[in-house]
């Protein structure tokens, strides 16, 4: 009965660490939103007569910010190509036959 304990435990371990990382993703994008936001306010108010809004110097922020936000939601949201979950597993089993085995050693 303690292995399902053990299994379970790893389960919830694992389970409580992607949803961390999704409210992270979630944090994240909830200030790049304020933050352009509040620029794109501070933009408007400060431009010149007849000057457009639509000029590259009021989009940097919001552009390079936004391929940070994509990096990490890809990171969060989508499998790794290589490193997937099946991947994860098992080194997680083979780590912990290399602990009890150390352990019985000593």
């Given at each position: 009965?303690?292995?399902a304990t053990s299994e379970d435990e790893i389960k919830y371990?694992?389970?409580?660490?992607?949803?961390?990382?999704?409210?992270?993703?979630?944090?994240?994008?909830?200030?790049?939103?304020?933050?352009?936001?509040?620029?794109?306010?501070?933009?408007?108010?400060?431009?010149?007569?007849?000057?457009?809004?639509?000029?590259?110097?009021?989009?940097?922020?919001?552009?390079?910010?936004?391929?940070?936000?994509?990096?990490?939601?890809?990171?969060?949201?989508?499998?790794?190509?290589?490193?997937?979950?099946?991947?994860?597993?098992?080194?997680?089993?083979?780590?912990?036959?290399?602990?009890?085995?150390?352990?019985?050693?000593?």
């Amino acid at each position: 009965m303690e292995k399902a304990t053990s299994e379970d435990e790893i389960k919830y371990q694992e389970a409580l660490k992607r949803v961390k990382k999704i409210k992270g993703f979630y944090t994240h994008l909830m200030v790049y939103v304020v933050i352009n936001g509040m620029i794109v306010i501070a933009n408007i108010q400060n431009l010149g007569e007849a000057e457009s809004y639509f000029q590259f110097k009021n989009f940097t922020t919001a552009f390079f910010w936004g391929i940070g936000l994509l990096a990490h939601g890809l990171s969060v949201f989508l499998p790794t190509m290589f490193l997937g979950q099946d991947w994860e597993n098992r080194k997680i089993r083979e780590l912990m036959e290399k602990e009890k085995e150390t352990k019985n050693w000593q």
